[in-house]
């Protein structure tokens, strides 16, 4: 069950994504009369877009984790408990350094599916110029104004991104592979 909502989000659209987050919290979601009392703005600001990405993204940091979390086992963590560790140093000392790599892997596919994240944002966003508007944002308007110099420009800048993206994922994969050799 918790596999299945882990994977909620690869199974159905971002677009329907922000669709949800509007209809929880916007104006007159589930909850928006609740935070507009309050004052605080979910959609059309920053916080819709990262629940938007990070409801996009956050599998990729389970999936990579959760492997690596079974072939641990608990025997480590149990030691640690048993020697008189709390909680959070079980998890700073004994966890965390066990589940790193996997971590990391994760962030950086997670990192690689936020730079291009379009359909979840463009709803959430609005896409406010100097506000709310992400770089696939800007590349989509760019070019709707026949502004090609500045999209494609854009859209460099993007590719680059990925490449550097590219290029920590191999770094990581070697490191990991390193790691499992000794």
């Known amino acids: 069950m918790l596999i299945s909502i882990i994977d909620l989000p690869?199974?159905?659209s971002p677009v329907v994504a922000g669709l949800m987050i509007v209809l929880l919290y916007g104006r007159n979601g589930w909850f928006g009369p609740l935070l507009d009392a309050a004052g605080i703005r979910i959609i059309f600001a920053i916080p819709g877009m990262l629940l938007a990405t990070i409801f996009v993204t956050l599998p990729f940091v389970a999936r990579e984790v959760l492997p690596v979390l079974e072939e641990m086992g608990p025997e480590l963590e149990e030691a640690a408990?048993?020697?008189g560790a709390s909680d959070w140093q079980v998890f700073w000392r004994v966890t965390l350094p066990s589940i790193r790599w996997g971590?990391?892997?994760g962030l950086i596919l997670t990192n690689a599916r936020?730079?291009?994240?379009?359909?979840?944002?463009v709803v959430v966003s609005g896409?406010?110029?100097g506000k709310t508007q992400t770089l696939p944002l800007f590349v989509e308007e760019a070019y709707k104004q026949y502004h090609t110099q500045s999209a494609y420009a854009a859209a460099?800048?993007?590719?680059?991104?990925a490449v550097v993206t590219l290029v920590l994922k191999e770094i990581l994969e070697r490191k990991t592979a390193i790691k499992d050799a000794e």
Do not use: H, W
């Open 127 to 129: 896409s406010i110029r």
């Open 103 to 105: 971590l990391l892997y």
């Open 156 to 161: 460099v800048l993007l590719a680059l991104l």
């Open 81 to 83: 408990k048993t020697l």
């Open 10 to 12: 690869f199974s159905i």
């Open 114 to 121: 936020a730079m291009g994240e379009f359909g979840a944002i």
